[in-house]
């Protein structure tokens, strides 16, 4: 079996965070994720993340999901 190729999505927690000057524990809180997960997240550390974290996340950063990770190209 092949060696998993990294990921090239990249997460804007830490910029979404800093413009609406929230917490990331005051943000797992809201909703409903546990701080140790949100850093995974947050530090792109993350293989997944379900639709329905995406969906508490946006709604409480008032966000679009693109807003909260998007697509690094290589080079």
Do not use: W
């Not at 809201?30 to 949100?38: E, Y």
């Not at 947050?42 to 679009?64: G, V």
Request: a negative charge; hydrophobic letters at 40%; one cysteine or more.
């Amino acid at each position: 079996m092949p060696p998993e190729e990294p990921h090239r999505i990249e997460c804007h927690l830490d910029r979404l965070l800093a413009e609406r000057d929230m917490t990331l524990a005051e943000l797992a809180a809201r909703v409903d994720v546990t701080i140790a997960n949100l850093s995974i997240l947050k530090n792109n550390r993350a293989k997944a993340i379900r639709f329905s974290t995406l969906t508490a996340i946006c709604r409480e950063l008032d966000c679009q999901p693109g807003d909260v990770v998007s697509y690094r190209a290589p080079g």
